[in-house]
């Protein structure tokens, strides 16, 4: 068998994988987007070039042999993001999670280990590919050697072979050195020949075929002024080719036979793959078993039938169901089909059977036939869509996985099933495509795809009780979450009104507003320019009006909002180019972004709150997102005036909880002290002012109670110093002095804090009231960024997890009592800590009563829950 030698420049790979991807983080608050590019190229790699040898290599320091030729090289490169370096210690974890050798040498870079080892395989007469983003390495190429360079980022490759490069380029590999000797390099500061550029270069070599020839026929050369640079610069000339010429005979002590690659154990990868929150990738990764395991898979076999009519014998009254959307919105998505599953038989019953048949809804609306889904939220608002109320649904296998694995982020029923050993149920995107490409496929093909994922549900549904039994979370999910999952698929499908002419005129005010900050900021630029181009600000900012440069980018100067923030202060454009960027966002996000989901007919917007995303258990909310809208700008808050009852004679009524986390945080820590500022219905932001400035209640001034709020809050989520003094724009030893005296002053939450992260690290997760978890893994780690991420959630988790879960059991408390107390109130909104109602006028008096009483009468705590409400003709009106 003839062998293979891959050899990848690590560090070209993953600077592009990091430039390519946006900034994602995983759930330690670690960044891991350029190690996940990196790994998908990856995969790519073993799968398409199947090496029998393999390494990366990577440079190892910014000094080279280079620089004692030119002490210049690569001087102008901005400095490595923080947010990249601190992925390279990932990436090489990974890279030994999947045996892949990888190497470095001082004083060398990654080209010239990548130039010894790839013209040590030519002479074995190895086959060799090197992956790279950069061209220096084209001088590799040769009858045995390919050169892959990566271009749109890292998703596709150019393969350059000897043939390629003429056609491509019109030079050979052996003539990129003297190529890059004439032109130079920007990028690595690399002088070359002024004047001469990549077209120049080439037509000189295509005469003289080498740097030594064109020199040694300087008289012939035409061009006055290309003559004199050439002649003036020759010296740059030869000392750029010795700077770009990659040295064949490095003394690396690694040989090519020593890096045999022979693949990699599953396990290794899918641990670190976990760690670092790929889940995709780890899908992938798990979808590769072998035939013995497909053999011994219970769900290889089902008996399907596709119904084209339905009678009530196929029913026990014991159903698994799956209603089959390909959209995630299922405000809006077709039903494709339904899959059911029981003790005796797997069934698929095409949309149009299903939705048209008696018996089937008959069957969906009767509660006493219990009723096994994926999603019951989802499932509910999708049938009330087509006048099917659904009932009796005892099992919501999707907020069973998200309370057992609250870390994972895909919680579909492959994954799900993938998670538990059962893997013969292929992926969504398998069947049905991604992105643009997704499509329905044929009958035959969706109703086994459908079985499938419905059998695998109706299976695993007593194995997935048990384990919330086994972590006490069983009562969390029955008298919760499921509960809670019917109330928000009402709330949902019933939607919240939008006054359409109200956000039009906003939007047309806004409009306004914004061509006149737009005039106000050319004004004092003295020039018109496009505002929303950096490239075009940067210089009027920088140059122009000569402020000074906070920071620069691959392409000028930054004018992102952290940096212009910083120069508040030295120019009056700046507070109006902030404001304008602010205005703006409102303008597209959020008066754009409204009237584009709004339904036309009812002039209402629905919502979709995600109830399986957050491990804090906190709901948000997409297509539309209504809990971000910004109520620090006025104009942002005046967005709230568009939301209105459905009837003329009715208001809307917000009642929202007063420092619940502060109030967790009393229960929970039972310091003293502050328990009973509660207690008392004491002002806590200015009790701690009082305790941190050492002063009496009089003497507390807005701007110290500010900080104590700062203080307050900052404690909860578990703040450091340098959090604090970025918040107050202080020193971190004043912030330092803050959080040593809010301790001295409650010293119950500081023994908390200390209690809690021991408890962790034990436990290795911390619960809420109500017996939720958040696992902890790292809180053990050997990292410091991991280890420190972990104690901060540890502290932080059970008090914010606490609220979610009060705020919760508040909405279903609050359900039942309107019900029973028969009013047409119903609940349109929950807005973090805040819950939005539309009532008739006459209930009013009755709500002011039942709503604060509920709400604060939830859970029983050892201080009071204290609930404000108001109340007015629009959201906004009511605060």
């Not at 064109?214 to 080719?241: C, P, Q, R, W």
């Amino acid at each position: 068998m003839s062998k293979k030698l891959v050899l990848i420049d690590g560090n070209s790979i993953i600077y592009r994988a990091f430039f390519a991807l946006p900034l994602l983080n995983n759930d330690k608050g670690v960044y891991t987007n350029a190690v996940f590019g990196f790994t998908t190229m990856l995969m790519r790699i073993l799968e398409e070039e199947q090496p029998t040898h393999m390494l990366v290599a990577f440079d190892a320091g910014k000094t080279t042999f280079r620089h004692e030729t030119y002490k210049e090289y690569k001087g102008g490169r901005q400095k490595t993001p923080p947010e990249l370096s601190e992925q390279f210690p990932l990436l090489k974890e990974l890279l030994d999670a999947f045996d892949i050798q990888h190497y470095q040498l001082e004083r060398y870079e990654a080209d010239d280990i990548i130039g010894t080892l790839s013209t040590e395989g030519e002479k074995n007469n190895w086959d060799v590919t090197v992956i790279s983003g950069d061209k220096d390495l084209l001088q590799l190429v040769s009858d045995r050697v390919t050169v892959n360079l990566t271009k749109k980022g890292i998703s596709e490759v150019e393969k350059y072979t000897p043939e390629y490069m003429i056609e491509k380029m019109e030079v050979s590999p052996d003539q990129i050195i003297d190529l890059k000797a004439l032109m130079g390099d920007n990028s690595d500061n690399i002088p070359g020949v002024p004047g001469i550029g990549q077209k120049t270069a080439t037509k000189l070599l295509k005469q003289y075929e080498t740097l030594d020839e064109v020199y040694n026929h300087i008289d012939a050369i035409s061009g006055k002024k290309m003559k004199e640079n050439l002649t003036k610069y020759k010296d740059e000339a030869f000392m750029s080719k010795e700077l770009v010429t990659i040295k064949c005979d490095s003394p690396i002590k690694v040989s090519v036979d020593e890096l045999s690659y022979e693949g990699y154990e599953q396990s290794k990868v899918s641990s670190v793959f976990k760690d670092l929150g790929f889940q995709s990738l780890l899908n992938k990764l798990d979808g590769q078993t072998t035939d013995e395991e497909n053999e011994n898979n219970e769900l290889k076999e089902i008996e399907l039938s596709i119904l084209d009519e339905i009678s009530e014998e196929i029913f026990t009254g014991n159903e698994a169901l799956v209603v089959e959307m390909l959209s995630e919105n299922y405000h809006t998505a077709a039903i494709e089909g339904f899959g059911i599953v029981n003790e005796n038989n797997a069934y698929f019953i095409p949309a149009d059977v299903a939705l048209n048949s008696k018996v089937f809804k008959s069957w969906a609306e009767d509660q006493s036939k219990t009723k096994y889904v994926f999603d019951a939220k989802k499932t509910l608002v999708a049938m009330l869509r087509h006048q099917i109320h659904m009932k009796g649904i005892t099992f919501d296998m999707l907020l069973t996985s998200y309370l057992l694995n609250p870390a994972e982020n895909n919680h579909d029923i492959p994954a799900i099933g993938n998670r538990m050993g059962k893997k013969d149920v292929l992926f969504d995107e398998e069947v049905y495509g991604k992105g643009a490409k997704i499509k329905v496929p044929e009958q035959p093909v969706l109703a086994e795809h459908v079985a499938r994922k419905t059998k695998t549900l109706f299976v695993l549904k007593d194995k997935m009780e048990e384990q919330l039994k086994e972590n006490e979370q069983y009562e969390l999910c029955k008298e919760l979450e499921m509960p809670l999952a019917l109330i928000l698929g009402e709330m949902e499908s019933l939607g919240v009104r939008l006054n359409v002419e109200r956000i039009e005129e906003m939007g047309k005010d806004l409009r306004e507003r914004l061509n006149n900050l737009e005039k106000e900021i050319h004004d004092l630029a003295d020039e018109t320019f496009n505002l929303n181009s950096p490239k075009q600000l940067g210089p009027i900012l920088f140059e122009k009006l000569k402020l000074p440069v906070i920071k620069k980018t691959k392409t000028g100067y930054s004018t992102a909002a952290d940096v212009l923030e910083q120069l508040e202060n030295e120019h009056e454009i700046i507070p109006k180019i902030l404001l304008y960027r602010q205005l703006g966002k409102l303008q597209s996000t959020y008066i754009e972004g409204l009237l584009k989901v709004v339904n036309n007919d009812t002039n209402k917007i629905h919502t979709r709150y995600n109830q399986a995303l957050t491990q804090t258990g906190r709901l948000s909310s997409v297509d539309p997102n209504l809990q971000n809208i910004p109520i620090r700008l006025e104009e942002g808050r005046k967005i709230r005036q568009a939301f209105v009852p459905v009837k003329k004679d009715w208001i809307m009524f917000a009642a929202d909880y007063s420092q619940i986390e502060l109030r967790v945080l009393a229960h929970i820590a039972k310091d003293e002290k502050l328990v009973e500022s509660f207690k008392n219905n004491l002002d806590i932001h200015t009790q701690t002012a009082m305790d941190v400035f050492h002063v009496d209640k009089e003497e507390v001034t807005s701007n110290m109670r500010r900080q104590a709020k700062a203080v307050n809050f900052g404690i909860v989520y578990g703040i450091s110093d340098y959090g604090l003094s970025q918040n107050l724009g202080i020193t971190r030893k004043e912030a330092k002095k803050f959080i040593d005296r809010y301790f001295e002053s409650y010293p119950g939450v500081k023994s908390y804090m200390e209690e809690i992260v021991q408890e962790a690290k034990h436990k290795g997760y911390v619960s809420t009231l109500m017996k939720r978890r958040r696992y902890l893994p790292e809180i053990t780690s050997r990292n410091f960024n991991f280890r420190s991420f972990a104690e901060r959630t540890a502290m932080n988790t059970p008090i914010q997890g606490s609220a979610a879960d009060i705020i919760k059991k508040a909405m279903i408390d609050l359900h039942e009592k309107l019900i029973e107390e028969k009013l047409q109130a119903r609940m349109l909104l929950q807005v973090h800590d805040e819950l939005i109602i539309e009532a008739p006028k006459e209930e009013v008096e009755q709500l002011k009563e039942i709503v604060p009483a509920m709400m604060e009468k939830t859970v029983d705590l050892i201080v009071p829950l204290k609930v404000d409400y108001a109340f007015g003709d629009s959201w906004f009106d009511a605060k």
